[in-house]
Every structure is written in C-alpha cells, then in structure tokens.
C-alpha cells in the first residue's frame, strides 16, 4: 500500500485497540466516532468530526456492531465521493461482523458511487478484545486477490493469522462460521457449568479437567474463567451472538445445508435477548440457561 495512511470508523472495544496497533505500527491513522472521549487515551490518532474528511484516505476501515449502522455513517463519504470521485483503488473495509448476502450490496453501492473507483472489503476479526489489543486476531478476508495483497501489511498491523477466504462475502461467511462454533460452545461449557454446580460439582476444577482432555479449546481457555466465575463483565455484549447466528442461519438456507445447532443456539441467545441479558458478557448465557431452571421450577 502507498502512504502507510488509513480511515478508521468505529472506536469501540474493539476498534480503539485495532486502530492504536495500526498506528504503533506507524501508520496515519485520521479516526471517526460518535463520542471523543476516547481519543484521550489513544496516542498516534487524529480525530475527524465526519466521515467525510476520510474521502482522500486510500483506506478506510468501519469497526461498527453491524451493516445499517455503517451504511448510515458512510453516507456523508459517500455523498462526497458522488461529488468527486476517490482514487482507484480506494478500499472500503467492512471489518466487523455483517450479513455475507448484504456486504456484497453494499459494495455495489459503493461501487456505483464511486464510479468503480473504490472496493469493499469485508475482513472480520476473531480473537476478541484481548486479541484486538496484542495484534493477533484473525482476520478473516473476502476480496480480490489484488485488492487482499495490498491490504495485507495494513492486516498485520493488527493480526496474526490474516487469510483470504474467497470474494466479497466470503470473509463474512467465514466469520459466521467462527460465530457458529464459539456460540455453540459457550452455550455447551455454560450448560455443563450449570449442571455440575447444581449437582455440588466444583466448576472450576471440571473445566480444569476439560482442558486436559479432547474438550479443550480456546473457548474453554478464554470464556471458561468467567463462566466458573459468573462474571459477565462486558468483553463484547451477548446479543451480538444473536444477529451473527442469524447470519449462519441466512446463509445456509441459501444453499441448502441444514444447521440443527445453529437453529438450536439462535433460539437460546434469542431467549437471552428475552430475558434482558443481551449488553452482558457472551459468558452470561449461564445465566441465561440458570433463568430457565428457575423458570421451569416455578412452574
């Protein structure tokens, strides 16, 4: 990429520690959000008041929960590319977690805007926020082969594993896969947790056993603690499982794959939803299931 300088929309949980990693690595970052107030603590920034003080950045990154979000904040740069066109080769990089079917619109619009002059990308990320914060997510792309090299070291400022999964909406897809094994399981550790503590099981020392057999995983590493120790202290809200699964689920109806877990956890972090929990840790599915026993006890 020529000028080492990137856009960046969304400075979040996740966002904030992604874009500090691109400019430790000494990129330009300019950075748009909603509220200022985390710029104090982001050294190597540069606030912008509107997206459309991006429009010449060759790279612009969008770090939102979801596709309406960022389809109304790129409006204004939209709007001004439709004024003056942007270089060829600008690239629009989706990298949050959005319908693999609806990314691909999107970068028709973006497309027709711009007269062909800039791509989206869709790049989502997995490894959360302490991934974010070390640099070493994965990064999940869905691109050309040319517009993926060139974006490549702009990755790798902030993952470790950065892989080209196909076209626009593959990266997508791919995440939602990620989605539909992490929900899965979180929901399958809380389920377990739940059932050893009511049976006068230590939790603690169950997952401690899993981890040195076949059911060892990343989950049961990263969600594992908080789970045993109830603490649904926001590292990414709850309810965003629920929009991901749907996404998995979406995605296989249109080619015929049936997904029984997938149908079956969407209906449990739906009920999550329900009962309020959605702002809480994905850990708080434990409570969510604790809930239903309470539920069908008072029944």
């Known amino acids: 990429m020529t000028g080492k300088r990137v856009g960046f929309v969304g400075l979040g949980l996740m966002?904030?520690?992604?874009?500090?990693?691109?400019?430790?690595a000494g990129w330009l970052v300019r950075a748009w959000n909603r509220s200022d107030t985390v710029?104090?603590?982001?050294?190597?920034?540069?606030?912008?008041?509107?997206?459309?003080?991006?429009?010449?950045e060759p790279t612009i990154i969008f770090m939102l929960p979801d596709l309406p979000l960022i389809e109304a904040a790129a409006e204004g740069l939209l709007d001004a590319w439709r004024t003056e066109a942007p270089q060829p080769g600008t690239a629009v990089v989706v990298m949050s977690s959005v319908s693999p079917t609806a990314v691909q619109e999107f970068g028709?619009?973006?497309?027709?805007?711009?007269?062909?002059?800039?791509?989206?990308?869709?790049?989502?990320?997995?490894?959360?926020?302490?991934?974010?914060?070390?640099?070493t997510l994965a990064i999940m792309a869905g691109a050309s082969e040319t517009d993926f090299e060139r974006l490549q070291?702009?990755?790798e400022t902030?993952?470790?594993?950065?892989?080209?999964?196909?076209?626009?909406?593959?990266?997508?897809?791919?995440?939602?896969?990620?989605?539909?094994?992490?929900?899965?399981?979180?929901?399958a550790l809380a389920e377990a947790a739940e059932l050893a503590e009511r049976s006068g099981m230590d939790v603690a020392a169950l997952y401690e056993v899993?981890?040195?057999g076949l059911a060892a995983s990343r989950v049961l590493e990263i969600v594992?603690?908080?789970l045993a120790a109830k603490d649904y202290t926001p590292t990414g809200p709850a309810k965003f499982m629920h929009k991901d699964l749907a996404f998995v689920v979406q995605s296989a109806g249109s080619v015929g794959s049936p997904?029984?877990?997938?149908?079956?956890?969407?209906?449990?972090?739906?009920?999550?939803k329900r009962q309020g929990l959605g702002d809480q840790d994905l850990a708080v599915v434990r409570q969510a299931i604790a809930n239903l026993a309470m539920s069908s006890a008072a029944n």
């Not at 028709?108 to 640099?135: C, I, K, L, Q, Y």
């Not at 539909?180 to 979180?186: A, P």
């Not at 997904?259 to 999550?272: R, T, W």
């Open 15 to 24: 966002g904030a520690p992604m874009a500090a990693n691109i400019a430790k």
């Open 39 to 56: 710029f104090q603590g982001l050294a190597g920034i540069s606030r912008v008041d509107t997206l459309a003080e991006l429009r010449d």
């Open 224 to 226: 594992g603690p908080r």
């Open 259 to 272: 997904v029984p877990m997938a149908s079956a956890a969407i209906q449990l972090y739906g009920e999550l």
């Open 153 to 155: 070291p702009l990755f």
């Open 108 to 135: 028709e619009t973006v497309r027709e805007a711009t007269g062909g002059n800039a791509v989206v990308v869709d790049a989502p990320v997995s490894g959360g926020t302490t991934g974010a914060g070390n640099g």
């Open 210 to 212: 899993l981890a040195g």
């Open 158 to 187: 902030m993952g470790t594993t950065v892989r080209r999964m196909g076209p626009l909406g593959s990266g997508s897809l791919a995440k939602a896969c990620n989605q539909l094994i992490v929900g899965t399981t979180t929901a």
